[in-house]
C-alpha cells in the first residue's frame, strides 16, 4: 500500500487580491511575494493555504492602508487535498495578518468565516487565537 500525500496547489501568484479575514483594520490585500518559495527564474512566487506571504494593503482603515504586512494564507478557492483524500474548497481567497515573520501572532482578535486546518496544524498560535477550525 502506497502512503497517502497531502499537497496543497499554489493558486495565488503576485498580484493576487485577497480578503482579510479578522478584525485588524484592512479589508483587501494584494499579495507581494511567499516566504519561503524558491522558484524558476521570471516565475511568479505562489502560494497556497498555511503559507506565510508579505502583501500590500490596498482597502481599509486609512492607518494600515498602502502599508506592507505580513499574513498567513486561511482559505483559498482551489480544491485543496487532504491525506485521507477529500477535498475542501472555500468560497473566497482570505488571509489573517499577524504582527511579526518572526512571532507568529494574529493582529485581529476575531476571525469572520472558517480557517483550514492545515493553518492550524502549521501555526499553533493562530489557533490559539481564533479557536474556528473546519
Same mark, same amino acid.
Do not use: C, L, Y
Given at each position: 500500500m502506497r502512503p497517502l500525500k497531502s499537497r496543497v496547489g499554489r493558486p495565488l501568484t503576485r498580484g493576487s487580491v485577497l480578503n482579510v479575514a479578522d478584525n485588524s483594520g484592512a479589508k483587501t490585500v494584494s499579495l507581494i511575494h511567499v516566504i519561503g518559495y524558491k522558484g524558476r527564474k521570471r516565475r511568479f512566487p505562489s502560494g497556497g493555504v498555511a503559507d506565510m506571504i508579505v502583501a500590500n494593503v490596498t482597502s481599509g482603515d486609512p492607518k494600515l492602508k498602502h502599508k506592507v504586512v505580513f499574513? !498567513? @494564507?486561511? *482559505?483559498?478557492?482551489?480544491a485543496l487535498r487532504r491525506p485521507d483524500g477529500t477535498r475542501v474548497k472555500f468560497?473566497?481567497?482570505?488571509?489573517?495578518l499577524i504582527k511579526d515573520r518572526d512571532t507568529i501572532e494574529a493582529k485581529g482578535s476575531t476571525v469572520?468565516?472558517?480557517?483550514?486546518?492545515? !493553518? @492550524?496544524? *502549521?501555526?499553533?498560535a493562530l489557533g490559539r487565537a481564533i479557536r474556528i477550525v473546519v
Open positions: 499574513a !498567513v @494564507i486561511v *482559505r483559498q478557492k482551489k468560497e473566497d481567497n482570505a488571509v489573517m469572520k468565516g472558517p480557517v483550514a486546518r492545515e !493553518v @492550524i496544524e *502549521r501555526f499553533p
